[in-house]
């Protein structure tokens, strides 16, 4: 299990996961769970269109991810972003749909990409990876005050000067370097489970962020490598466990925030 | 006459039965997911809509496994995730959204799981490929009843609830205070919202079925306001995208390059073009302001 071929499975598993539980703390508490579905799924045509051109598919991934969000920033009005997600989503997925019969891919190459495939990841796909998802945490981290105070109290936030709408797509933007680097390991359908769910306990666990955001960070990767393990084991796809885990920390957040009481919103200080 | 008619539609196009059936299917699918996303839209529940659809392809994956009806499999997953987000769901919007989002990825793990099984234990290898994105032209004819029976009942509902519905979807609070049970409104929803979009997931694929669910639902709400105009309106821009991307795949086998370009994709983008024309129509206000009597 800790062989030469998996040692890139762990690596990889393990960036995926602190880039999903860092990102995923804000898709909680600034509630945008329908575009941390729907950018990595949109963006998943990238990587058939990438093959198609006979370039990395990380370029692929990176420019539908954008596309995304510029579709969902663009249709989208004050407060209601839900149409522009579906119809950015579908305009997508249709591309890709094309893509795939032109492409004439195999099956199990497109069910990788949908569900996952980290057992697949090469030497020269962890360096990729690695810069993405550093970028993202970088980005949230060096936004981290105002990405939270925009997502609490908006008018707060306006008092301060900083505008709800550039912290809408800041964050939108950190989403597509996150999908681009989760899609390729944890699948394009199941991204949002490793984001959401470790996220969803922890912040049911502690109101204070700095800590809330570690827990994240720390189930997250209790995630993947539980799911990469179990996989490895029952040769099940990884994406069945990062899901199942995925409702069960949701699930211990729910039953943690019953016994408390209501969920509190994080504390700004 | 003749000779246009023959241009436009390839030969054999009337007669050819995976054609009919995808006809059928497929216009039931248009109409139905276009009435049940009017009120999906003005709800802001597109995210529930996409949802159902996508957990739908865990039961699209399982019949694929245990032989039964496809539609069959659809239908039942969604229902079950229409009961999930209904049960767990909360009234906060976002907590509401996390919810479907969780019930959404188990779904989606459960279909990667029986997707495997299903390629492990049969030949079918393409089975991931038709189940997200759809293959109408190999919808068994055997499906085409049960596919009206669940429109039908869909339709159905929609026409019982209507007002109830409406004025839960335009004002809740006005609602309550008429004396209307929301939270069963609501409830029934979501089962019509499970049986609209397994019929669009047969037709067009699970992750693609908020295109018809979606964008015709859209496209009328940006040409109208009435809600008598806009259930109008709907169902026919979802019918010419649909039978429009039937005719535009089947004619393209005959266009060279070997093999045809993807029904679903024809039809994601003539419903793409409608809302867009229906946006700069709305944008330039020509001469539908007639329409708008109730804002």
């Known amino acids: 299990m800790f062989s030469g071929f998996m040692l890139n499975a762990w690596l990889a598993g393990s960036i995926v996961a602190i880039v999903a539980g860092v990102v995923g703390f804000f898709v909680v508490v600034r509630g945008t769970a329908f575009s941390a579905h729907a950018l990595p799924l949109g963006a998943f045509p990238g990587a058939a269109a990438a093959r198609l051109l006979g370039v990395d598919e990380f370029f692929g991934l990176i420019a539908f991810a954008g596309l995304g969000v510029l579709g969902i920033a663009a249709l989208g009005r004050r407060n209601r972003h839900d149409v522009a997600t579906a119809l950015s989503l579908v305009t997508l997925l249709g591309l890709g749909a094309l893509f795939l019969s032109l492409t004439q891919q195999y099956s199990q190459e497109v069910y990788a990409l949908l569900f996952g495939e980290v057992l697949g990841v090469s030497n020269a796909e962890l360096l990729p990876v690695a810069v993405l998802g550093g970028m993202a945490i970088v980005l949230t981290l060096a936004f981290f005050r105002p990405l939270l105070l925009s997502a609490v109290s908006a008018e707060l936030a306006e008092a301060e000067g900083i505008s709800a709408a550039a912290m809408e797509l800041l964050f939108l933007g950190i989403l597509g370097f996150a999908t681009a680097v989760t899609v390729p390991v944890v699948g394009a359908l199941l991204v949002f489970s490793l984001m959401v769910g470790p996220a969803s306990a922890a912040r049911s666990l502690t109101t204070r962020p700095g800590p809330a955001m570690a827990l994240s960070v720390a189930l997250a990767l209790v995630t993947a490598w539980a799911s990469i393990a179990l996989s490895y084991v029952t040769d099940w796809p990884v994406g069945f466990f990062v899901g199942a885990l995925g409702a069960a920390w949701y699930a211990l957040g729910r039953i943690v925030v019953r016994r408390v009481g209501e969920v509190r919103a994080p504390v700004v200080q | ?295």
């Not at chain 2, 246009?4 to 009337?14: E, I, N, R, T, Y």
């Not at chain 2, 245990?66 to 079950?80: D, E, K, Q, S, W």
């Not at chain 2, 009435?226 to 109008?232: A, H, K, M, Y």
């Open chain 2, 1 to 295: 006459m003749d000779f246009l008619l023959k241009s436009v539609v390839a030969p054999g196009f009337f007669t050819s039965q995976p054609v009919i059936t995808a006809m059928i299917v497929g216009g039931g699918a248009a109409i139905v997911s276009a009435i049940v996303g009017v009120f999906t839209v003005i709800r802001g529940q597109s995210f529930a809509g996409h949802a159902l659809a996508d957990v739908s392809s865990a039961g699209g994956s399982a019949s694929f496994l245990i032989g039964v009806n496809p539609l069959l499999g659809f239908v039942v997953m969604a229902l079950v995730a229409g009961a999930g987000i209904e049960v767990f769901g909360v009234k906060d919007v976002r907590e509401r959204d996390l919810v479907t989002g969780i019930i959404t990825g188990a779904g989606l793990g459960l279909a990667a799981l029986l997707l495997y099984f299903a390629v492990r234990t049969t030949s079918t290898t393409g089975a991931a490929i038709t189940v997200m994105f759809g293959s109408m032209f190999a919808i068994s004819q055997s499906v085409a009843p049960l596919a009206i029976a669940v429109g039908f009942a869909a339709l159905l509902m929609v026409g019982l609830l209507f007002r109830p519905l409406l004025l839960t979807s335009l004002d809740p609070e006005l609602a309550a205070v008429a004396g209307i049970n929301v939270r069963l409104v609501n409830g029934l929803f979501l089962m019509m919202l499970a049986l609209a979009v397994s019929l669009s997931a047969i037709t067009i694929g699970a992750v693609l079925s908020t295109a018809l669910l979606i964008g015709p639902a859209a496209t009328a709400l940006r040409l109208a306001s009435r809600p008598g105009i806009v259930l109008l309106l709907a169902p026919f821009a979802g019918l010419i995208a649909t039978f429009g991307g039937i005719l535009l795949a089947y004619d393209s086998y005959g266009w060279g390059g070997g093999h045809g370009w993807p029904v679903s994709f024809c039809i994601v983008a003539l419903v793409l073009t409608l809302y867009l024309l229906a946006s700069l129509v709305s944008r330039f206000g020509i001469g539908l302001k007639a329409l708008d009597i109730e804002a």
